[in-house]
Nanobody, 121 residues
Framework: QVQLVESGGGLVQSGGSLRLSCAAS????????MGWYRQAPGKQRELVAT???????NLADSVKGRFTISRDNAKNTVYLQMSSLKPEDTAVYYCRADGKRYYWSQSMAFWGKGTLVTVSS
């Protein structure tokens, strides 16, 4: 089983910064890519950023230059550093980890419960 524990969400003013953390624990699962997604009320969930076990990153165009994703393999934790926050960044942010059993050929997605980020104007 894979468990994801998120932290760091909260209320911040426009232009401010916030750092999200997601600690993953896995029992008999191999975790590869991890990432952050977000969903605002009335909108579909969208990809924010992903990072592989080899530290290759991918960020949505809307957050490039403002957000940074990183991971600490020793702590099995992924981070999302958010800067220059805008009201449109307001959403529930979900941590995702792709994991598989050692005998599986494909991974499945595991999700955290989400943490709310609210950016005031």
């Amino acid at each position: 089983q894979v468990q994801l524990v998120e932290s760091g969400g909260g209320l911040v003013q426009s232009g401010g910064s916030l750092r999200l953390s997601c600690a993953a624990s896995a029992s008999n699962f191999d975790i590869n890519a991890m990432g952050w997604y977000r969903q605002a009320p009335g909108k579909q969930r969208e990809l924010v950023a992903t990072i592989t076990s080899g530290d290759s990153t991918n960020l949505a165009d809307s957050v490039k230059g403002r957000f940074t994703i990183s991971r600490d393999n020793a702590k099995n934790t992924v981070y999302l550093q958010m800067s220059s926050l805008k009201p449109e960044d307001t959403a529930v942010y979900y941590c995702r980890a792709d994991g598989k059993r050692y005998y599986w050929s494909q991974s499945m997605a595991f999700w955290g419960k989400g943490t709310l980020v609210t950016v005031s104007s």
